[in-house]
């Protein structure tokens, strides 16, 4: 239970949303890959329609990279977290910091399917005084483990609570979701040595590699390939893999880890899943009229 510090407004738990989230959880656990895959899917479409509606409700989001990280957060909550959405300050959960904290509303959402607190919330997404910020708050919103917006600092802050974590003996993992654009901070950089050298094998972190940035391609920013070399070269594990794949996710971060930590890179598409908004740079935080989301949701049924 969080309580915001403007109002004193409570996002309590969801707990029918909680017991769907329980069921498929099980579900997946004893499912065949087909079924696990299409099951992911859903979701995963369910989750892109929310996100379509909730921006163009607000009037405000980014909506191409909140498209192309859901089949990233749709696998890590659907099947790999160990959390548990009633009780948000487990001490031993899984924590996942989303370190590109612009897209929260894919984050909110995802949360919302996990029965953190109930869907219809979103609708106060970015409204005054709402706790659902345009980025994400830790002291505000129930399954936020830090908040985020500044570029750069996601990777930092997962460093460190992974040290924490293994100082108490805790079993959990730290996952850290990262855009593509953020790894020209060199905050990052200096964070993946420090991982590699504690040996910081419960780490791991999630690259949103969908070629864009604000304004541009990344390529045209500051170029990062070849990236996995890059990451292997700071003594990082790294695997590269398609970010929309559920399967290709799944194993990627339920592999045998080793002694180090690991860099999942998922190759995306901004704006995944709406052919007017795929891969186009303007997208980054431009807002659907309400002519581009009925669109934008008939694509996605």
């Known amino acids: ?17 909680i017991g769907a989230w329980r069921r498929l959880r099980d579900r997946l656990a004893h499912a065949d890959r087909d079924t696990a895959a299409a099951a992911l899917a859903a979701l ?9 509606s909730t921006i163009a409700g607000a009037g405000l989001g980014h909506t191409g990279g909140d498209l192309s990280v859901t089949d990233i957060l749709t696998t890590l909550y659907g099947a790999v977290l160990r959390i548990d959405p009633a009780r948000p300050g487990w001490p031993d959960r899984d924590r996942l910091i989303l370190s590109k904290g612009h897209c929260s509303v894919a984050l909110y959402t995802t949360l919302t399917t996990c029965g953190y607190f109930p869907a219809e919330r979103l609708r106060a997404f970015a409204a005054p005084m709402s706790p659902l910020n ?13 908040s985020t917006g500044p570029l750069g600092h996601g990777l930092p802050v997962g460093v460190g609570v992974a ?25 990052n950089w200096e964070a993946a040595m420090t991982a590699a050298h504690r040996g910081l094998a419960s780490l791991t972190a999630v690259v949103d ?9 990344t390529s045209d920013t500051n170029g990062l390939e070849p990236l996995a070399d890059k990451w292997r070269a700071f003594g990082w594990e790294a695997v590269e893999v398609d970010g929309h794949d559920h399967l290709a996710l799944l194993d990627a971060l339920t592999a045998p880890r080793g002694d180090r930590p690991r860099c999942v890179i998922a190759r995306t598409v901004k704006g995944r899943g709406v052919s007017f908004m795929e891969d186009r740079v303007e997208w980054h935080h431009k807002v659907p009229d309400a002519e581009q989301a009925r669109l934008a949701l008939e694509e996605l049924r």
């Not at 995963?44 to 379509?52: C, E, K, P, Q, S």
């Not at 345009?134 to 830090?146: C, K, M, Q």
Request: charged fraction near 25%; glycine fraction near 16%.
């Open 163 to 187: 040290v924490g974590l293994r100082l108490r003996g805790s079993p959990a993992r730290t996952v850290v979701v990262l855009g593509d654009g953020e790894l020209q901070e060199g905050s």
């Open 44 to 52: 995963a479409g369910d989750i892109r329609r929310t996100v379509i």
């Open 209 to 217: 590699r969908n070629g864009l940035q604000q304004g541009a391609r």
């Open 134 to 146: 345009g980025h994400p708050s830790r002291r505000a919103v129930p399954g936020v483990e830090t």
């Open 1 to 17: 239970m969080t309580l915001t510090q403007a109002t004193g407004e409570l996002l309590l738990p969801d707990h029918e949303a």
